[in-house]
């Protein structure tokens, strides 16, 4: 009875501190959109805005709800990875800072159209200086349907953004947000969260990325992606992804003798009628 009791108080206790999580989560978000999409509450209790640039420029899509399902998230959360917007060109958000302190511009993706990598690939641009997403492949990364967020992490104080060892001006109280157009088709975003004085460890965060299936079973021509263990770490599968070209040769070894005296024997053969011819001139 008192191991049950003491279950019980756990499970109370998980539940009754679940709320606290939530609300300091939802504390320091401090501009949070939907983009090409229509305002969202996610499992997290972040309130997503409707696209602000709805018309305006690019083009909002929900191609992604074409899929099944998009993997790394809750079912509830889906609808943020399913909806985007991506232009032909490049376009961009203004974000809004409030005050000095600490921030964390999260930037949500999912390749819902691609079927390989090297198809999309784009940079991310943020307040006209810092390239805080480069050569960003999220095929490559991930593979399709599945969810990628990047963090990017940056300080504000006194009217100027630091992100690593450069800064930067804030006017008006923005900074922009750009999608940079490149070679390989067009920008896009699937969702925007930006957090203020947030703690670390209580950030939003996807869960692993699991192969779909055992990597060993994989092969050359199975789709690049399969190969992640997690949404950060690239394991290296080409060794393993390899295919022999060609049959399955026999093992020379496992020939029986009388296959391997038989052009002997044939050259004998043909070799007594003319020793014959030899001898009778």
Known sequence: MLP???????????????????????????????AGG?????????????????GKIGTESDYGKQLLMINRVKPSDELLYQTERYHHDTFGYDLPIAGDGEYVLIL??????????????????????????????????????TAHDEYVYFTVS????????????????????????????????????????????????????VSEQPVQELHADSPIGDGFVDGDTQTDGK??????????????????????MLPVFIAIGAFIPLLFCLCRL
Do not use: W
């Not at 003491?6 to 959109?33: D, E, G, K």
């Not at 993706?109 to 960003?136: G, S, W």
């Not at 393993?240 to 020379?252: E, L």
């Open 4 to 34: 049950l009791l003491h279950t019980v108080c756990i499970f109370v206790s998980c539940i009754a501190y679940l709320p606290l999580f939530v609300s300091a989560v939802q504390q320091n978000v401090i501009f949070a959109i939907n």
């Open 38 to 54: 229509d305002a969202h509450i996610d499992s997290n209790g972040i309130k997503y805005a409707r696209d602000p640039l709805m």
């Open 108 to 145: 949500k993706f999912c390749e819902v159209y691609f079927n390989a990598p090297n198809m999309k690939v784009f940079d991310v641009l943020l307040n006209n200086r810092h390239m805080v997403v480069t050569d960003l492949d999220i095929f490559s990364l991930v593979g399709k349907g």
């Open 158 to 209: 006194r009217g100027r953004l630091y992100f690593k060892e450069e800064d930067s001006e804030i006017r008006a109280g923005k900074v922009k947000l750009e999608f940079l157009k490149g070679y390989k088709d067009n920008p896009k975003i699937n969702a925007i969260v930006l957090m203020k004085g947030y703690d670390d460890t209580n950030l939003p965060r996807l869960t692993p990325l």
């Open 239 to 260: 060794a393993k992804q390899r295919k022999t070209s060609g049959p399955k040769q026999p093992n020379p070894y496992s020939l029986d003798e009388s296959s391997i």
